[in-house]
C-alpha cells in the first residue's frame, strides 16, 4: 500500500502548498485548489487505511506507521469538520503541512516486522480499536485547540500592542478562534473520556487490571484533568481568551509527551 | 449611430481630476445626471465622435468617447470644445488642467480610474459604483455603442480582479471605518453587539454610524446636553441614557465609543473592571477618540479588553495606507496586462472591413479564372458572356452568403474568439 500512501502524500503536500498560498496572498482560487487536493487526498487516504486493514487483517491503527497515517487521516477529517463549521481557511496553511509529514514519516517508515509485538491479539475484540481510535480523535482536538489558542494569542498581542501585521488581517476573529478552541476541547475531552474508558475496560477483560503505573497513562491522566480543567473554567466564563488560551497551549505539550514521550521512556502501551 | 461601421475605431479620454484642477474648477466642470445625457447627445455628433461617456464625481470629470483612429485628434479636440460649450466656460479656463489620452493611454486611465488606483483614497470602493451609473447614463442616451460597451465592461473585469486578486481594498483607511474593521475583528460579527456612544462629534456619530450599518443592534447614547442625547437617539434609533447613570450601563455595551470634552476619564479603570466582571469576561471593544483622552489607558492591561485612542487608530490607518500602496504597485501590473488583452480585442473589432473585402476577394478569384478560360469557350455573344459570369458571381456568392453572414453575425456580436478563428481560417491576419 505504499504507493497508494505516496499518491495520499502527493495530494496533501499540494493540499498544504495551495493552503499556505491562499493565505499568504488570500487568493480564493488557491483554497479552492487546496481543498479539491485535499478531497482527494483524503479519500484516497480513506481507500489505503481501508486496503490495509483487509489485507493485513487487523485495524489498521497498532504500529507505528499505522498509527502516523491514521492521525494524519484523524487530522484531516478534524480540518474538514472545523472548515464547514466555522469556514476557517486560515487553519488549512497550519494543520495541513503537519498533516503532509505524518504521512511522509508514515511513507518512509519501511516496515513493522521487527517490532516484538504482534497486532494479532489486540484485534480480537472490539474494544482495543475503539480506545486507540478515540484517543486518536482526541489528539486530533487537541491540536485543534492548540492552533487556536495560538491564533487567539497571536491576535490578543496584536490587539494589546496595536501593531498588525498581513497574518492578523488573514487570521479569524477572536470569537472565532475561541469558539473553534472551546468546542474543540469539549470534543476532545469527550473522546479521550471514552477512549480512557474502554482502554481500561479492555485491559480488565485481558488480566484484570485497568491501571498499570504507565507513563503513557499517567500523562493521559494528566492531559484529561487539564482539559477538564480548561473546559470547567471556560464554562463558568472566568477564564475566557488569554488565559484560556495559554492552558490550550500548554494543554498540547502534555498531549506531545503523551504520545510521543512514553514511548520514549518505555512501559506497557510500547505501541501507537 | 456609426456612419460607417468598417473603420478602425480608437478611444480618446479628456478629463481633470483632483490631481490636476482645484476644487473650484471641478465643480464648475462637472455634470449633473440630466445635464450628462444632455452633453452626451451633444458630444456624440456620429462623425468624429461616434459614442460617448462622461463620468463625474466630486473628483473628476472624465469624457471617454470613441473615434475613428484617424480622426482622434479630431475628437480630442471637440471634446474640449464640448466641455468649453456646454459648461460655458473659456477653453483657457481649464486649458493648462485638463489632460488628454488617446488609446492605450486612455484605456489605462479609464482602467485605472475604475479600477479605484487614480482614486484620492486608494482601493474606495464608490467609484466603481460612478462608472457603472455613468455607463447606464450613457446606454440610456444611445451614445454608448460597440466600442465603449467592450471597454466599459473590460473596466469592469479588470476592477473586479484588481480588487479580488490584490489587498488594495482590505483594510480600513479612515477612523470611523476603523471601528467596523477592528470589531468585527474582536467579535467575528457586528450583528447583536450592542454600542454605547459617549459623547458626540462628527467622528464619534460616524462611526457609530459605519457599526450600526454593519450590523451593530442596540445602541446607548450618553451625553452631558439632553438635547443632543436624544437626537442622536432618535437617529440611531437608540436609547439615551444620563451620563450619571453610566455605571450601571457600561457593562451592557460591546462596544464603547468616547468622544467627550471632559478633562479627565470618563470611563475609569474601577469602572472598567466592575465591567468586565458583570460581563463575565466577554470581550470589550472601547474607541477614544478624545483629547484629551477619556479612556484610562490601563483598561487596554485588563483582560478581554481592547483600548484604542486617537494616535493608535491614527497609527493603524497609516500603516494600513501604506499596504495600500504596496497591493496598488500589483494593481498596476494587472492593469497593464489588461490594456494588451483589451487593444487586442478592439483591433478584432476591426474585422468589418475584413469582411467586405473577403467577399471582394472571392469574387476577383471567379473573375480571374473566368477570364483565364474565356479562349477555351470559343467565341460567346455577349449575352452568353454575361450570362456565364453572372453564373461564376452568383454561385460564389450563394456559396460565401452564409460564411459571410455567419462572420458578420460574430462581428456585431463582439464575439472575439469566433473572430480570431475566421481570420485563422481565412488567414486575414494582415
Not at chain 2, 319 to 344: D, G, P, T
Request: charged letters at 20%; proline letters at 3%.
Amino acid at each position: 500500500m505504499r504507493s497508494l500512501l505516496l499518491a495520499v502524500l502527493a495530494a496533501y503536500i499540494v493540499a498544504a502548498i495551495h493552503a499556505i498560498l491562499a493565505f499568504v496572498n488570500k487568493r480564493k482560487a488557491l483554497h479552492r485548489i487546496s481543498l479539491w487536493s485535499l478531497a482527494a487526498g483524503f479519500a484516497l487516504h480513506t481507500a489505503a487505511l481501508l486496503a490495509d486493514w483487509i489485507i493485513d487483517g487487523h485495524y489498521p491503527l497498532f504500529y507505528r506507521r499505522e498509527t502516523l497515517s491514521f492521525l494524519a487521516w484523524t487530522l484531516a477529517a478534524t480540518y474538514g469538520l472545523v472548515l464547514f463549521r466555522y469556514g476557517t481557511q486560515a487553519l488549512g496553511a497550519f494543520i495541513l503541512p503537519p498533516i503532509s509529514v505524518l504521512v511522509f514519516i508514515a511513507a518512509i517508515i519501511q516496515s513493522d516486522s521487527n517490532t516484538a509485538v504482534s497486532a494479532s491479539g489486540f484485534s480480537t475484540t472490539w474494544l482495543f480499536p475503539v480506545h486507540t481510535t478515540l484517543v486518536i480523535f482526541a489528539y486530533a482536538a487537541f491540536f485543534v485547540v492548540f492552533l487556536a489558542s495560538s491564533m487567539y494569542l497571536f491576535q490578543e498581542r496584536a490587539l494589546k500592542l496595536k501593531t498588525f501585521g498581513a497574518a492578523f488581517h488573514r487570521l479569524p476573529s477572536l470569537t472565532t478562534v475561541n469558539e473553534i478552541a472551546t468546542s474543540a476541547a469539549a470534543i476532545g475531552l469527550t473522546m479521550l473520556t471514552v477512549g480512557i474508558a474502554t482502554g481500561m475496560m479492555w485491559s480488565a477483560s485481558r488480566d484484570g487490571h485497568i491501571w498499570r503505573n504507565d507513563p503513557k497513562e499517567i500523562f493521559a491522566a494528566l492531559t484529561w484533568l487539564l482539559y477538564l480543567l480548561l473546559i470547567i473554567y471556560r464554562s463558568t466564563a472566568g477564564w475566557r481568551g488569554r488565559r484560556a488560551a495559554w492552558l490550550g497551549v500548554a494543554g498540547f505539550a502534555l498531549v506531545l509527551c503523551t504520545f510521543f514521550g512514553a514511548r520514549l521512556m518505555g512501559g506497557y502501551h510500547v505501541f501507537g | 449611430m456609426s456612419k460607417n461601421p468598417n473603420e478602425p475605431m480608437s478611444i480618446v479620454l479628456v478629463g481633470v481630476n483632483h490631481k490636476t484642477a482645484p476644487v473650484e474648477m471641478r465643480e464648475l466642470l462637472a455634470f449633473s445626471e440630466e445635464a450628462c445625457t444632455e452633453g452626451l447627445r451633444l458630444l456624440v455628433d456620429g462623425e468624429v465622435v461616434r459614442e460617448g461617456l462622461i463620468v463625474s464625481t466630486c473628483n473628476r470629470v472624465e469624457v471617454v468617447a470613441a473615434t475613428t483612429t484617424e480622426k482622434m485628434q479630431e475628437g480630442t479636440e471637440r471634446i474640449s470644445d464640448f466641455l468649453s460649450v456646454s459648461r460655458n466656460l473659456p477653453r483657457d479656463f481649464f486649458y493648462d488642467h485638463v489632460y488628454n489620452r488617446t488609446e492605450e493611454d486612455a484605456v489605462r486611465h479609464l482602467f485605472r480610474v475604475t479600477s479605484s488606483l487614480d482614486s484620492m483614497v486608494v482601493g474606495e470602493p464608490q467609484v466603481l459604483g460612478q462608472v457603472r451609473r455613468a455607463y447606464s447614463l450613457a446606454l440610456e442616451a444611445g451614445t454608448a455603442g460597440r466600442v465603449l460597451n467592450r471597454l466599459v465592461h473590460h473596466a469592469f473585469h479588470v476592477a473586479k480582479r484588481v480588487r479580488t486578486e490584490t489587498g488594495i481594498a482590505a483594510n480600513a483607511v479612515s477612523i470611523s471605518y476603523m471601528a467596523v474593521e477592528l470589531g468585527k475583528k474582536i467579535f467575528n460579527t457586528l450583528k447583536g453587539h450592542s454600542v454605547l456612544l459617549i459623547g458626540g462629534g462628527e467622528m464619534a456619530e460616524l462611526s457609530a454610524r459605519h457599526l450600526i450599518n454593519a450590523g451593530a443592534e442596540g445602541v446607548l447614547i450618553a451625553n452631558r446636553t439632553v438635547e443632543t442625547a436624544e437626537r442622536l437617539a432618535a437617529e440611531f434609533n437608540g436609547t439615551a441614557i444620563s451620563l450619571n447613570d453610566l455605571p450601571d450601563y457600561l457593562a451592557e455595551a460591546d462596544i464603547v465609543i468616547c468622544s467627550t470634552g471632559a478633562e479627565d476619564y470618563v470611563v475609569t479603570e474601577a469602572l472598567a473592571r466592575k465591567a468586565l466582571e458583570e460581563r463575565r469576561n466577554r470581550p470589550a471593544f472601547f474607541i477614544d477618540i478624545s483629547v484629551p483622552r477619556n479612556v484610562d489607558p490601563a483598561i487596554g492591561e485588563l483582560p478581554n479588553m481592547f483600548v484604542f485612542d486617537i494616535d493608535d487608530l491614527e497609527a493603524v490607518v497609516t500603516s494600513n495606507i501604506r499596504e495600500r500602496e504596496k497591493e496598488a504597485e500589483r494593481a498596476e501590473l494587472i492593469v497593464e496586462s489588461e490594456i494588451m488583452q483589451f487593444q487586442q480585442a478592439l483591433r478584432a473589432l476591426d474585422f468589418g472591413p475584413t469582411i467586405g473585402a473577403l467577399r471582394q476577394k472571392l469574387q476577383d478569384i471567379a473573375r480571374l479564372e473566368l477570364a483565364r478560360q474565356k479562349n477555351r469557350l470559343g467565341q460567346l455573344t455577349p449575352e452568353q458572356e454575361r450570362a456565364v459570369e453572372a453564373l461564376l458571381l452568383s454561385t460564389v456568392n450563394k456559396i460565401s452568403h452564409p460564411v459571410l453572414s455567419q462572420m458578420r453575425r460574430s462581428y456585431e456580436a463582439s464575439d472575439i474568439e469566433t473572430i480570431q478563428a475566421w481570420r485563422d481560417i481565412f488567414g486575414l491576419e494582415e
